[in-house]
């Protein structure tokens, strides 16, 4: 068995570690203030960093092209209060056009 094979058991057993552990925490620990605030803005917070990387960074390297016009574009859009279908469909017509005209 290669090391990548034993890495990815070795995570997959941690990953199902940490999810028994969550499930065996004690409901008034969760319901906490702070772990309440906590996780209110996490998922936030990663799709925030989620989006930065997907846009401005292209193997291990941080560049500004195209991808990132199409995301000022659709925080425009959202201060402007456009439909989400809107948002979305003008951001990426924004990056095409700008990569048509050679920006990439």
Known sequence: MSLLWIAVIAASVLSFVQKWIGYQAPQDVLEGPRISRI???????????????????SGAEIVLDARLAGLAAGVVLLLLRAPFLAVVV??????AALRALGWA
């Open 39 to 57: 996780t209110t803005l996490l998922p936030i917070a990663l799709l925030g960093a989620l989006v930065a990387t997907q846009t401005a960074v």
């Open 90 to 95: 003008g951001a990426a017509v924004v990056a």
